[in-house]
């Protein structure tokens, strides 16, 4: 499938997300950011994260942290330069997260996409 990028506007094949599957889309900006809120059958599925200081653009990263504040383990850590996105699927059973999902925001502005799952 085919679809046009939410943070860089080209045009991309995607897979579709699954079933089943919840998405969050965190305000674009430089602010730490809570995703979702802990529970025992939560699962990370993937995430798009680009970044998004126009128009000049800049060096930015992100990470995804297992929990509901900075000092959650660390799950992920995207670095990425000016104009660049990264997007990752984790399917289909995912990263456990029952402690919740925060987005760290260390350096830069970004927008990201969050995919994740309660599963029974």
Known sequence: MT?????TGQLRTRAVVGEG???TVV?????DAPVQAANPNLRLMGYSIGESNTPT????????????SVAGPELV???????????VW????GIKTPNG???ERPS???TAVVFHEIVP
């Open 27 to 31: 305000a674009t900006g430089t602010a």
């Open 3 to 7: 679809l046009r990028d939410p943070i």
């Open 90 to 93: 984790f399917g289909p059973n």
């Open 108 to 110: 830069g502005e970004t």
């Open 21 to 23: 599957c919840d998405v």
């Open 101 to 103: 999902i925060f987005l």
């Open 57 to 68: 653009g800049a060096d930015a990263q992100a990470t995804l942290r297992h929990g509901t």
């Open 77 to 87: 850590l995207v670095e990425l330069i000016a104009d660049d996105a990264e997007t």
